[in-house]
């Protein structure tokens, strides 16, 4: 049975297109900051990062501003991944700057992302350290599974799939997490959280930060 899955499973990668988000990646992500403006950065604690975003329905030249501010914005924090309500947009949208294992660069931006579930024998867990721009200066080691694949809609509503590995799944896996209201801290242990936000009071924010009432 689960030889028959796993065959199945290559049969379906092989049969289904993933979006190509590595063609001209530093061309592609250069004009989208280069168009952009940088915001200040959301942290914990404020509620726009604790609750589910509201989905996109309008794919049009506001959409677009947004998606290149993100990029702007990613860049001045020096990050991989950003999402729009950690500029404080409560829209379900991410962008990517991220390479993966083979050191391979993956730029992109998806709408409405939805994380598909692996089956079994595709959860293979790697255990590396994860941080976050919105919990500045902290890291932690999480379990994440070492593959994934999200489905989406471009920035013109196209529906899109990416998958990654390494690096860049696990970029996937937090992006997504954060336009359902979860950040990479509520899935430690109260221990390892409290750890974090030492972490976090120690340390000043690199880049620009939107203060906490």
Same mark, same amino acid.
């Given at each position: 049975? /689960?030889?028959?899955?796993?065959?199945?499973?290559?049969?379906?990668? !092989?049969?289904?297109?993933?979006?190509? &988000?590595?063609?001209?990646? /530093?061309?592609?992500?250069?004009?989208?900051? *280069?168009?952009?403006?940088?915001?200040?950065?959301?942290?914990?604690?404020?509620?726009?990062?604790?609750?589910?975003?509201?989905?996109?329905?309008?794919?049009?030249?506001?959409?677009?501003?947004?998606?290149?501010?993100?990029?702007?914005?990613?860049?001045?924090?020096? @990050? !991989?991944?950003?999402?729009?309500?950690?500029? @404080?947009?409560?829209?379900?949208?991410? !962008?990517?700057?991220?390479?993966?294992?083979? =050191?391979?660069?993956?730029? @992109?931006?998806?709408?409405? %992302?939805?994380?598909? #579930?692996?089956?079994?024998?595709?959860?293979?867990?790697?255990? @590396?350290? #994860? =941080?976050?721009?919105?919990?500045?200066?902290? $890291?932690?080691?999480?379990?994440?599974?070492? $593959?994934?694949?999200?489905?989406?809609?471009?920035?013109?509503?196209? %529906?899109?799939?990416?998958?990654?590995?390494?690096?860049?799944?696990?970029?996937?896996?937090?992006?997504?997490?954060?336009? $359902?209201?979860?950040? $990479?801290?509520?899935?430690?242990?109260?221990? #390892?959280?409290? &750890?974090?936000?030492?972490?976090?009071?120690?340390? *000043?924010?690199?880049?620009?930060?939107?203060?906490?009432?």
């Amino acid at each position: 049975m /689960a030889q028959q899955s796993a065959q199945q499973d290559d049969e379906q990668q !092989v049969n289904e297109a993933f979006v190509d &988000d590595t063609t001209d990646a /530093a061309e592609r992500e250069a004009a989208h900051r *280069e168009r952009g403006t940088s915001r200040p950065i959301t942290v914990v604690g404020n509620p726009v990062l604790h609750r589910e975003c509201k989905d996109v329905t309008a794919f049009d030249e506001e959409l677009a501003q947004l998606i290149d501010d993100m990029f702007a914005s990613q860049r001045t924090a020096e @990050g !991989v991944g950003l999402a729009a309500n950690q500029i @404080g947009v409560d829209l379900k949208v991410f !962008v990517y700057d991220c390479p993966d294992d083979n =050191g391979v660069r993956h730029v @992109g931006a998806v709408c409405n %992302p939805v994380l598909e #579930e692996l089956p079994p024998e595709r959860r293979q867990l790697d255990d @590396g350290n #994860e =941080g976050c721009l919105s919990v500045p200066g902290a $890291y932690m080691e999480l379990a994440r599974p070492d $593959y994934a694949v999200v489905r989406g809609q471009d920035a013109q509503g196209n %529906p899109i799939t990416v998958q990654g590995t390494g690096y860049f799944a696990r970029c996937l896996q937090h992006e997504t997490d954060h336009l $359902y209201g979860r950040l $990479y801290i509520d899935r430690l242990s109260k221990r #390892e959280r409290k &750890d974090v936000m030492r972490q976090m009071a120690e340390k *000043e924010p690199r880049y620009p930060v939107v203060a906490n009432d």
